[in-house]
């Protein structure tokens, strides 16, 4: 087969999959976990082959018009360079590894059938996304994703947090899309395709009359898909759904997605040095705010989702000093890592009983109990923090070596101001990556306390796959000198000076942190473990679900616990409360958005119901009171008829002669 035939494969058949898995889930449920897993693994195979046949060379391309518009065609097209068929392996190995795990996770959920369908087209979405050579094609990826995510989130239906979730991730998200929408519209006519290759060079060539409306206009979207500040609140609250899911949203699909596009469409964006800036703002801010928030979570998998708004950021500011291959590798090298965080984290849910950290701080041995988690879960964290020779450490030097030199002038695409902007940031999100992670393993691995009763070996299934992305973890950035063709041959090396700062302040951050906790320590006895929901024996999806119950049950709230013993209190001090919530951004935007939209709607219905109602039901009763009068005069008496008949002829002869005689006299 043809490298193109191979590349239209790989999103076709998880799609043909959840075609499949849907149609048999209830007529035949034996063939749903094959048919969830083997279209994946397929598919992953296949992008691993196209990946090695591209070779980091000349980009591919392919083309047939879909349907004639009278303007702007749209095109099946498929445009593959070395990012797209390097992020495609990524896709199809989180997303093989998900299926794979959420067989064990999900083993006796009724609903498993429409769930591993939906994975299974969520993940045919992001790789239609990556590989599409047209924007209207991408979109409809882009959207599909949307969709999924809303279904996925809100899997444990049954429970107030994901249905708010789940609405919260569709609404925020389709805010953005808007201007999204738009700014694809006003892109397709400046430069007259959809296209990405005609785009680019009509970019090329001068030919984007307003580079920086666009750009802001697609920015929006892509905000709130990679979930970055503003619109990034929906992301920790999309924690609400199977853990699986968060591995997969976090890892391979839908928050990658805003990232792969800017990348895709760079030139576009660098068209415009205000658009950077603003970018470079944006980024800025989502690292550090988002470290400081994951410094106070008390839930695991919102720690985790904080880091990744954080990761995501380091993305968005290799962008916005405009260096794709930087963003790239740390985008799939964080694919690697975080992935393992979160299927993790499932593990550590299901024997622990609990997604808090402050229940886990009371507990004794839980690391012995889970070993392959205990130690997966350990090269992670240093991959997040940063810490050679891990994955992340060359990955987010690669960020900090882009703007460096874009700060110091060795690079002019971007403005300096950017590359100050995401030196500095990156490097303080340095301290806090550092920091929460180092905070996470001490509460969840090195607690003091009873141990709960053990819910025995976990599910091959489970740790296996730990143990696959824990190969990209370590591996992959040693690779860093190898893989440049597949970057626009962009060297990828980190350089002495960012290397010795990122490490040197990351390890200050980590140190501190454990001096915080060795502080707090003491404290643990005070606080009781409270949200504990241990079920020896039970499937993990429901010890999370329940575990996600309990916690609200107990502490109020899903992100935060009063536990005097946390270290992150202790570093926070006043600023801890803020950033607990976010630092009450979901408040403001009720304020400033909900409520007004909400009062409106009241009004409106209060007009509807009030005033135009009444006047179309006073008309209404108007005309039934005529109705009934006449009526009345309909006997079917014929001799009633007839007198009516003379006294109205009568009347008129009357009504005549005086007439007459009037008329006569003037």
Known sequence: MTTTTLAALVPLLPFLGAVAGLALGRTAPGFVRPLAILPTLTAAVLAAIVAVRQGGGRAIDAATQLTPTGSVPIDLALHLDGFAVLVAVLVGLVATCVQLYSTAYLRDDARYPSYAALVSLFTSAMLLVVYSGDLMVLLVGWEVMGICSYFLVGHYWETPEARAASLKAFLVTKLGDVPFLIGLFALAADTGSFRITKILAAVTNGGLDHPTLIALLLLAGVAGKSAQFPLHTWLPDAMAGPTPVSALIHAATMVAAGIYFVARMLPVFAASGAALTVLAVMAAVTMIGSGLAALAQDDIKRVLAYSTIGQLGYMS????????????????????????????????????????????????????????????????????????????????????????????????????AAGWTILIAGLLAAVLTAAYATRLWLLAFRGRGAELPDHGKQPLAMTSVLWILAVPTIAFGLT?????????????????????????????????????????????????????????????????????????????????????????????????????????????????????????????????????????????????????????????????????????SLVLAIAAVVFANVNAGS
């Not at 405009?322 to 550590?348: E, P, Q, T, Y």
């Not at 350990?378 to 994955?391: D, G, K, N």
Request: proline share 5%; charged share 15%; glycine share 10%.
């Open 317 to 416: 500011g290799a962008l916005a000093v405009a260096d794709r291959g930087a963003a790239v590798f740390h985008l799939i090298s964080h694919g690697a890592f975080k992935a393992v965080l979160f299927l993790a984290a499932g593990v550590v849910i299901h024997a622990a009983g609990t997604n808090s950290l402050a229940a886990m701080s009371r507990m004794g041995g839980l690391a012995r109990r889970i070993p392959d988690a205990y130690w997966t879960m350990t090269v992670a964290l240093l991959a997040l923090a940063a810490i050679p020779p891990f994955a992340g450490f060359f990955s987010k030097e690669a960020v900090l070596v882009a703007a460096e030199h874009t700060a110091l002038g060795d690079r002019t695409v971007a403005p300096a």
């Open 480 to 648: 860093v000198g190898a893989i440049g063709d597949w970057f626009d041959g962009h060297a990828l090396t980190p350089s002495l000076t960012t290397a010795v700062l990122s490490t040197g302040v990351g390890l200050v951050g980590g140190l501190v942190t454990y001096g915080a906790w060795r502080h707090t320590t003491a404290l643990a006895a005070r606080t009781p473990i409270g949200a504990v929901a241990a079920h020896p024996g039970a499937e993990p999806a429901l010890v999370e679900a329940e575990a996600m119950t309990s916690h609200t049950a107990a502490y109020g709230t899903i992100a935060d616990a009063p536990d005097p013993a946390d270290p992150g209190r202790l570093l926070l001090g006043p600023l801890h409360r803020h950033a607990v919530t976010g630092f009450h951004l979901d408040a403001l935007y009720t304020a400033v958005f909900v409520r007004p939209v909400q009062g409106a709607a009241r009004l409106v219905r209060f007009l509807d119901r009030t005033v135009v109602d009444t006047y179309v039901n006073g008309s209404g009763a108007v005309t039934r009171l005529l109705g009934t009068a006449v009526r009345r005069a309909q006997t079917g008496n014929v001799q009633t008829y007839l007198s009516a008949l003379l006294a109205g």
